[in-house]
């Protein structure tokens, strides 16, 4: 009896398994393939040669970007050694970064595997960078003081909590709170697998501070990027296999709601905000498959712009693509001053005119 029954459920998985594959496809737009958009004048950061998965420019043009991220079932090339956070000015005519230095004695820099980061500045202009870490595959958040003068991070606190299993992105709104999206609902990897293959959409996003931790938004196939408008009145997650960025409207009791959606028509990955303008600008993947599975060609890259976003006609605007021969696997970007600033999420950096 037991035969027919594991016959039976192993006929039922391989029905599912065909069933689902042009819907996976679909989800990651396999096999895309972008006409090139390039800005003038681009060139490619000397030092950043692991990834630059994510990075946050201070108002002052100095900008924190995190490097070495071992991310399961997406390619490293360094895979034994751990992440860094690097330094780079964007005031000068040609910025490199440098590697800042990690301090406290509580911290294991050995398993140090950044991924999203965000900044807060204190009434005081103290500056905290909260980066998300995968030690050992794990999730925690740790918290760092900028010191400035040292060139150093010096580490406050590690944050751990059972509503942060899988934590992609965050922004932070105070020292030690902020909002969270977790990719995935399971942390076992081949649960997750099947999770992102069957598009179950259970990954969600949380708010987190010392006295309060709560769920404020749920149902995204793939939470992703997350951030703040200008004034702190609105919260933008990207939504990685809907294709989606949402807006969201934050409340007093730091509860969310639902106000409208764009629809990108490509993976959406970090968001940065200009603090002038408010325009969004977003690290895209035009074909999820080359990212998810390790093919003969390299992943893309695309770099959108969404101007008006709170409007009813929200303008999308392809600012920088191409289909992996200068750049992998872009997941962020950002503008300074007339430039842009482009993340990989393994590869390297690229820093051009607009």
């Known amino acids: 009896m037991a035969k027919p029954v594991l016959l039976t459920l192993l006929g039922l998985g391989l029905t ?7 819907s996976y496809e679909a989800r990651l737009k396999a096999f895309r393939e972008v006409e090139p958009v390039q800005p003038p004048n681009c060139k490619l950061v000397r030092g950043i040669e692991t990834g630059s998965e994510d990075l946050e420019i201070l108002p002052n043009g100095l900008t924190f970007i995190s490097t070495g991220l071992k991310y399961p079932g997406i390619k490293s090339f360094e895979p034994d050694k751990p992440g860094k956070i690097l330094l780079m000015d964007l005031n000068e005519d040609d910025p490199t970064v440098l590697e800042l230095n990690i301090v406290g004695s509580k911290f294991n820099l050995s398993l140090f595997n950044p991924h999203g980061i965000s900044t807060f500045t204190d009434e005081d202009n103290t500056i905290y960078l909260l980066v998300v870490n995968h030690p050992n595959t794990k999730t925690t958040v740790e918290l760092f003081k900028f010191q400035q003068e040292e060139k150093s991070l010096l580490h406050l606190k590690t944050i751990r909590h059972k509503l942060l299993p899988s934590v992609n992105d965050i922004v932070a709104v105070g020292p030690e709170h902020f909002y969270a999206t977790n990719d995935h609902y399971f942390t076992d990897p081949y649960l997750k697998s099947w999770e992102l293959y069957l598009g179950l959409a259970w990954s969600y996003v949380v708010y ?18 997350i951030n703040i408008s200008p004034a702190g009145k609105y919260v ?32 959406v990955d970090n968001i940065s905000v200009d603090p002038v303008t408010g325009d969004l600008w977003v690290g895209c993947h035009p074909d999820g498959m080359k990212i998810f599975h390790t093919l003969n060609s390299p992943p893309g890259s695309e770099v959108i712009q969404i101007q008006n976003i709170l409007t009813e006609e929200p303008k999308v605007t392809r600012v920088y693509a191409e289909n992996g021969t200068v750049l992998q696997g872009s997941t962020v970007a950002s503008v300074y001053k007339g430039k842009l600033l482009i993340g990989t999420v393994y590869q390297k950096a690229l820093y051009c005119e607009l």
């Open 236 to 267: 933008y997650i990207a939504e990685l296999l809907s294709h989606k960025i949402h807006v969201y409207e934050k409340h007093a009791n730091w509860t969310l709601t639902l106000l409208k959606s764009v629809v990108a028509n490509t993976l």
């Open 16 to 22: 599912l398994l065909k069933d689902h594959r042009p």
């Open 208 to 225: 987190y501070s010392p006295n309060e931790v709560q769920v404020v938004a749920d149902g995204f196939d793939f939470a992703n990027g």
